[in-house]
């Protein structure tokens, strides 16, 4: 069954294809403007198709071509079209989508102009000059997609990863269907995004079950599957359309503990366990934890522990170990796990915007989804001036809009509702808003948004500047890096971590899956730092806020505890920090 996400996947992929072929401008518009259509709609596609498939005709930006294409796909799992288009084009130019900054009409370009069929061709293109010959490949574009090229390479040896954000949904939406089948027991996602890595190569499914043959052909059948890899009784593996590879094992409900610790990792995590299992004369393995006979060093003997994760590390002498904390970061496994932060803890959001700016939602819309999801505390912080393309306030509007949120706070009696602003952290490290307008504040979250590819040196001093400016609270996204597209500022954090807990800033854990910045050894140094750390969503719409399990996650892998998290913290504690630190940062910088 596609999910109304994985329907929007489908069609833009189709806009794609027909923008990479040359395709009629009024019908690649036409998918595009379905695929948000699609995402946008509230209500499930597939069940509107099922009971009534004329009323898709009705949902604006649906014609009736694209609705019977949306009828096609939920009804045979595939869509003609899209396979044509696939057969139609050299099968690596899709690989150049992933780059940062190249589009279909960009890829058009460098298949019809330029000769490039995939990666290794396009880099040769721009190596022999042969780009620069290419309508709008100008030296300054060039020197662009060469960077795109080495962060997508830095990324991985893989040809294609996925950000954790793209792949949880996928992994909770197969397994809602998994969960559906006959006989199913237990199904859960394992392997690094059961880690809160931030970048997942593929989908491990774990599923104990009566019925392998009823769960296989579940598997198999889902929308989406682009390829059948495998197909065996306990195994089987398929490529989903974008080449994301899943695979799904299938194990007796007895271990399904075991096959969950060994299949979620890390590699050196299972090695640790393994070693330890040894010198207890025992051996761990997918299939449970046994006790090795002393007079034999052939199969293994009596079942000690194979149902449950926490059984196993307690026979082990161990503490159980949440996934995120998997990776021996120097983690000392013999000691209890720390007090990590976790997702229900967090109670206040500190940096949200608006229609003001670039936001989506009103005031009111914003302070509603608060009080939803149970915020004691909501800063509001639309883009300052220098964030022209994010419709920046001047300070005349951010006077308004301060007015505005304040007059708004009556209406919400359990929400305690802030006037900020995220404020431009300029290239000499100076902030878009002079000291007299920032006062007037009760939060700013100093962020930088441009001249992300400053010299190490230069990105410590600026970010240094704005950590110890009395009147900044937050600084967002420090390094303003986009996962598998730009690498973003790269100053010393070690520095920048140190600076941060002696001021009394809190470096921020941004929570959308294309960021998540601080990255989590970044958050270590904070936590080695004693620096405080804030976990946010950068809200935009009403859907970022699902994105605060990722920044939770991403945090846990840092080792963050609550005590170091300030959103966490009560209202009064909050409220607190934020009145006090200015004076008291003013007091340090006067010592």
């Not at 869509?79 to 589009?103: H, K, M, Y």
């Not at 009556?410 to 307008?437: C, K, M, N």
């Not at 991403?554 to 080792?559: E, L, Q």
């Amino acid at each position: 069954m596609p999910t109304n996400a994985e329907i929007a996947a489908t069609l833009t992929a189709i806009a794609d294809l027909l923008d990479i072929t040359g395709a009629n401008a009024f019908k690649v518009n036409a998918y595009r403007k379905a695929s948000r259509a699609a995402e946008a709609e509230t209500q499930d596609l597939e069940a509107l198709a099922v009971a009534d498939p004329s009323v898709l005709r009705k949902i604006e930006g649906i014609g009736e071509s694209i609705a019977a294409k949306i009828v096609e796909l939920i009804t045979t799992h595939r869509i003609a079209e899209l396979e044509r288009l696939r057969s139609e084009i050299p099968a690596g130019l899709i690989e150049l989508l992933t780059l940062q900054g190249v589009g279909p009409k960009t890829v058009h370009l460098f298949w019809t102009k330029a000769g490039v069929t995939d990666l290794a061709s396009l880099k040769q293109a721009i190596d022999s000059g042969a780009l620069a010959n290419v309508e709008r490949m100008g030296a300054k574009t060039i020197e662009n997609l060469r960077a795109s090229i080495a962060a997508r390479d830095a990324a991985g040896a893989q040809p294609t990863r996925f950000r954790l954000g793209q792949a949880v949904p996928i992994a909770e939406s197969m397994l809602a269907v998994l969960r559906t089948t006959r006989g199913v027991r237990q199904a859960a996602f394992a392997g690094s995004a059961r880690r809160g890595r931030e970048t997942v190569g593929d989908l491990d499914l774990l599923v104990s079950c009566d019925d392998h043959a009823a769960v296989r052909q579940a598997f198999l059948s889902m929308p989406g599957i682009d390829r059948v890899l495998a197909n065996g009784d306990t195994r089987c593996a398929a490529q989903l359309v974008g080449g994301m590879q899943v695979d799904l094992r299938i194990v007796d409900d007895s271990v399904f503990g075991a096959a969950l610790l060994y299949f979620t990792g890390s590699k050196d995590h299972n090695v640790f366990l393994r070693e330890r299992a040894i010198n207890a004369q025992m051996r761990l393995n997918e299939y449970g934890l046994h006790q090795v006979p002393s007079d034999s060093d052939g199969p293994v003997g009596a079942l000690v522990a194979a149902h449950s994760e926490e059984s196993i590390y307690a026979a082990l002498g161990l503490p159980w170990v949440p996934p995120e904390r998997r990776e021996l970061h120097g983690v000392d496994l013999e000691q209890p796990p720390m007090d990590l932060v976790e997702h229900h803890q967090v109670r206040a959001e500190l940096h949200a915007h608006t229609t003001a700016s670039d936001g989506s939602l009103t005031i009111h819309e914003l302070a509603s989804l608060a009080v939803s999801r149970g915020f004691h505390s909501l800063a509001i912080t639309d883009h300052s001036k220098a964030s022209a393309q994010a419709n920046g306030l001047s300070v005349e509007r951010l006077l308004r809009h301060i007015d505005a949120i304040r007059a708004a706070q009556a209406d919400f009696p359990t929400l305690r509702l802030l006037a900020g602003s995220e404020v431009d952290i300029l290239a000499d490290g100076r902030l878009d808003y002079d000291d007299e307008t920032l006062a007037l504040l009760d939060v700013v979250v100093a962020s930088p948004h441009a001249s992300l590819r400053q010299e190490p040196s230069a990105a410590t001093k600026r970010l240094l500047r704005a950590i110890t400016h009395p009147l900044v609270h937050i600084i967002g996204h420090p390094t303003g890096r986009i996962l598998l597209g730009r690498d973003g500022l790269a100053p010393d954090m070690h520095e920048l971590t140190a600076a941060a807990a002696e001021s009394g800033t809190a470096l921020e854990v941004n929570c959308h899956w294309s960021r998540l910045d601080l990255r989590d050894t970044h958050v270590k140094m904070a936590v080695a730092a004693g620096a405080l750390v804030a976990i946010d969503c950068d809200i935009h719409g009403a859907e970022d806020v699902d994105n605060l399990r990722y920044g939770v996650a991403t945090a846990r892998r840092g080792g963050l505890t609550r005590k170091s998290c300030v959103n966490t913290w009560e209202q009064s504690a909050l409220l607190a920090w934020l009145k006090n630190k200015k004076s008291a940062c003013a007091l340090r910088s006067s010592r």
